[in-house]
């Protein structure tokens, strides 16, 4: 197991270390809003936090991949959107009235000659 696959958000559930960050927060730093108050000083509670600092981190680190990905989609889909448009700048009157005929007829596929320069 690499560290890469230790951060993979299709393969951890963020929920699970999402509830966990909440759950610490309350324990370790709620006062006296919870019924059960954890102490990083003794053992158990010393893991205890040790496993609530990594939730955290995991957490921050999922939703910040989350994020980078959810950016660059965007750029991406942005500039593929810019090059579709200067294709489709760049098409000829036969070429336009080609693409039109798919639009009209509301279909995929539709038959041509196949040896005529516009279709080729």
């Not at 559930?13 to 003794?42: H, R």
């Not at 448009?85 to 009209?104: G, Q, Y």
């Not at 007829?105 to 005529?116: D, G, I, K, Q, V």
């Amino acid at each position: 197991m690499s560290i890469k696959d230790i951060f993979e958000i299709n393969k951890l559930p963020s929920y699970f270390f999402l509830v966990i960050a909440f759950v610490g927060a309350f324990v370790f730093y709620g006062g006296e809003y919870v019924l059960i108050k954890a102490n990083p000083k003794t053992t158990v509670g010393f893991y205890a936090y040790i496993i609530w600092l990594v939730s955290c981190g995991l957490l921050i680190t999922n939703i910040v991949k989350y994020l980078i990905r959810k950016i660059r989609g965007l750029y991406l889909t942005k500039k593929f959107n810019k090059q579709d448009k200067d294709t489709l700048n760049e098409l000829d009157a036969h070429e336009i009235s080609v693409i039109r005929e798919f639009f009209l007829h509301n279909r995929h596929a539709l038959e041509f000659p196949y040896n005529h320069p516009v279709i080729t």
